[in-house]
């Protein structure tokens, strides 16, 4: 399977095609190979236009899905993003090539070190994974200059808002069980601004309690 070659294809057609046109964005998506993160039954569907299961309930977010995410975090190189959901670990690969450093929460234990040791044999040297109830942020590395939920949430947490930075901006699938609006909001002098990004449906974010 020639996986440089589906790669190189899932950003030219999926991503740019459809008017993603972030070039440093694009750039880190061709490099990383996206097989790596889903199991040895999936790799063959790595690359297709849809999210694949990546065990206990969870999913891999579309390659679109995850390209306009980052996309409308408009990262800089010296920023700290925190993630919430980890999953597979994609996300958070994409994200650390962009960002500073990277903090990614997730709940469940077998994705937690299964992720972590994915991320550190691939050199994603500036990722922390935190085995944790996401909702509550990470109190530790906070202020955050981007925030991205990979799960579906009814409404914003309020902690992730407390430790989003001063211009600051928040990604997350907002609505829910069956249909969300991507939503970003900006942290502007202290006030949060809300744009709107079209429908979208991820799996449910679940807090421990
Ligand atoms: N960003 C991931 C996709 C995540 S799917 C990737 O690139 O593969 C959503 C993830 O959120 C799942 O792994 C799920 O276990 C996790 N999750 C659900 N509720 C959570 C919570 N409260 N805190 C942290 N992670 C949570």
Known sequence: MDYKKLCEDMVEYQILNRGILN???????????????????????????????????????????????????????????????????????????????????????????????????????NVKVIHDDGTKGYDKEAPYNAIIITAATPTIPKKLLEQLAENGKLVAPVGPRYHQELIRVKKVKGKLEEEYFGGCIFVPLIPDE
């Open 23 to 125: 070039k440093k964005l694009l750039a880190v998506m061709k490099t990383i190979p996206r097989h790596l993160f889903v199991s040895e039954s999936m790799k063959a569907s790595a690359y297709d236009d849809n999210p694949l299961p990546i065990g206990y309930g969870q999913t891999i977010s579309q390659p679109y899905m995850v390209a306009l995410m980052t996309d409308i975090l408009e990262i800089k190189d010296s920023d700290k993003v925190l993630e919430v959901g980890a999953g597979s670990g994609y996300q958070a690969a994409i994200l650390s090539r962009l960002a500073k450093k990277v903090v990614t929460v997730e709940r469940v234990k077998e994705l937690v070190d299964r992720t972590k040791k994915l991320l550190k044999k691939y050199k994603y040297n």
